[in-house]
């Protein structure tokens, strides 16, 4: 099964200013017959299921706004937030679905400095 | 709307079963898969395993096989999952959550069936 690592694990960042989390998967989910990165990103706050925010790796999910963006292929993939809101805090998951058993990166908590 | 509307929260003793419900409205049943994911308190997501809602057709993760069943009803668009012989450590939050198919990303989500397990 693909193991998917995020870093760091937590992240202390000021209003306004960039946020930035990293995922490495253990094998790629670069499917080469239709060039497509099999990767989400997911935003969970305390109390609520999570709320998808990018797929394809660099797709954002209709009305997620546009300061939060997904990049990285093969293996190695990062969510930016370009101009961190208060709104932003929580913890940030990705996933792969590739082939048929899906897993999540451990998550990263974000906080405001 | 996509609403994915989960059964109410359980407790259950040790070497119990549960099953939890989702009922989904708002799309074709038939036509997404059906995954369920764990969260621990305080931990992260755990997948378990999707369910095709049309065939019946389903896949568990390694560590929950045997344990784990995943059914569908599909006259009243509700999928089931049932766990048995609970541990401690089985004491989560669990979700269902649909995808696109069977290699497409989870869009939307039930609001969490939480599951204690406590003697």
């Known amino acids: 099964d693909i193991v998917m690592t995020q870093s760091p694990d937590s992240l202390a960042v000021s209003l306004g200013e960039r946020a930035t989390i990293n995922c490495k998967s253990s094998?790629?989910?670069?499917?080469?017959?239709?060039?497509?990165?099999?990767l989400a990103w997911y935003q969970q706050k305390p109390g609520q299921p999570p709320k998808l925010l990018i797929y394809?790796?660099?797709t954002r999910e209709s009305g997620v706004p546009d300061r939060f963006s997904g990049s990285g292929s093969g293996t190695d993939f990062t969510l930016t937030i370009s101009t961190l809101q208060a709104e932003d805090v929580a913890v940030y998951y990705c996933?792969?679905?590739?082939?048929?058993?899906?897993?999540f990166g451990q998550g990263t908590k974000l906080e405001i400095k | 709307q996509v609403h994915l509307v989960q059964s109410g929260a359980e407790v259950k003793k040790p070497g119990a079963s549960v099953r939890v419900s989702c009922k989904a409205s708002?799309?074709?049943?038939?036509?997404?898969?059906m995954h369920w994911v764990r969260q621990a308190p305080g931990q992260g997501l755990e997948w378990m395993g999707w369910?095709?809602?049309?065939?019946?057709?389903?896949d568990y993760t390694e560590n929950l096989q045997g344990r784990v069943i995943m059914t569908r009803d599909t006259s009243i668009s509700t999928a089931y999952m049932e766990l048995s012989s609970l541990r401690s450590d089985d004491t989560a939050v669990y979700y269902c959550?649909?995808?696109?198919?069977?290699?497409?990303?989870?869009?939307?989500w039930g609001q969490g069936t939480l599951v204690t397990v406590s003697s």
């Open positions: 394809w790796a660099s």
């Open positions: 708002g799309y074709t049943f038939t036509g997404h898969y």
């Open positions: 369910m095709n809602p049309d065939s019946g057709g389903t």
């Open positions: 959550a649909r995808s696109g198919s069977a290699d497409g990303y989870i869009d939307y």
């Open positions: 996933h792969q679905y590739y082939g048929a058993r899906y897993s």
């Open positions: 094998q790629s989910v670069l499917y080469s017959s239709n060039n497509k990165n099999y």
